[in-house]
């Protein structure tokens, strides 16, 4: 089993930034951010493995860096030129090869 603590999260206005990270309790191979706004879909945002490959959702590349730091195994998600439609609960999930584990997620709120 392993356990995922998220912080960050907030409420911020368009155009501002935040910053969410994900701690897990040991060494994970691929990690990443998810989001779900209700009555959708969760859907990916950002991804990154252990040897630094990533991945993005379409409409936040430019906008939100993933990053991780292998040493204390968390992910980061930086998250810059924050957009209304980036409201949303995000989720940290950590993915180790055929078993899938989601953090408790946090909100994420953009005002116009």
């Known amino acids: 089993q392993v356990q995922l603590v998220e912080s960050g999260g907030g409420l911020v206005q368009a155009g501002g930034s935040l910053r969410l990270s994900c701690a897990a309790s040991r060494s994970i191979f691929r990690m990443g951010w998810y989001r779900q706004v209700p009555g959708k879909q969760r859907e990916l945002v950002a991804a990154i493995t252990i040897g630094g490959s990533t991945n993005y959702a379409d409409s936040v590349k430019g906008r939100f860096t993933i990053s991780r730091d292998n040493a204390k195994n968390t992910v980061y998600l930086q998250m810059n030129s924050l957009k209304t439609e980036d409201t949303a609960v995000y989720y940290c999930?950590?993915?180790?090869?055929?078993?899938?584990?989601w953090g408790q997620g946090t909100q994420v709120t953009v005002s116009s």
């Open positions: 999930n950590a993915q180790h090869f055929a078993y899938g584990y």
